[in-house]
Nanobody
Framework: VQLQASGGGLVQAGGSLRLSCAAS????????TQWYRQAPGSQRELVGS???????VCSDRVKGRCSISRDNYQNTVYLQMNNLKPEDTAVYYC???????WGQGTLVTVSS
């Protein structure tokens, strides 16, 4: 299983980014998926998740600014983050239930 996260970059506060997580070695259809992030010097934290049937839950820190979707044809999961804040700066990772793979993540840097 390989996970390729992309879409990160440098963005000004208030901006938006859409992160992608392309999976190979598994079929994402019907699999619960989570997005995590890890800021420098901090523990990895859950950003949000999409359940097997498509229910989306975002953490309190990003609620209202976060949306998760998946494209089964592209075998890719997306994290849309809006109204980004400097405290959103972190490496973002995707993870699928039942698999140990994390991938290298994608770095998001939000400038004030």
């Amino acid at each position: 299983v390989q996970l390729q996260a992309s879409g990160g970059g440098l963005v000004q506060a208030g901006g938006s980014l859409r992160l992608s997580c392309a999976a190979s070695g598994i079929t994402i259809s019907g699999k619960a998926t989570q997005w995590y992030r890890q800021a420098p010097g901090s523990q990895r934290e859950l950003v949000g998740s999409i359940s097997r049937r498509g229910d989306i839950v975002c953490s309190d820190r990003v609620k209202g600014r976060c949306s998760i979707s998946r494209d089964n044809y592209q075998n890719t999961v997306y994290l849309q983050m809006n109204n980004l804040k400097p405290e959103d700066t972190a490496v973002y990772y995707c993870h699928f239930d039942g698999y140990s793979a994390w991938g290298q993540g994608t770095l998001v840097t939000v400038s004030s």
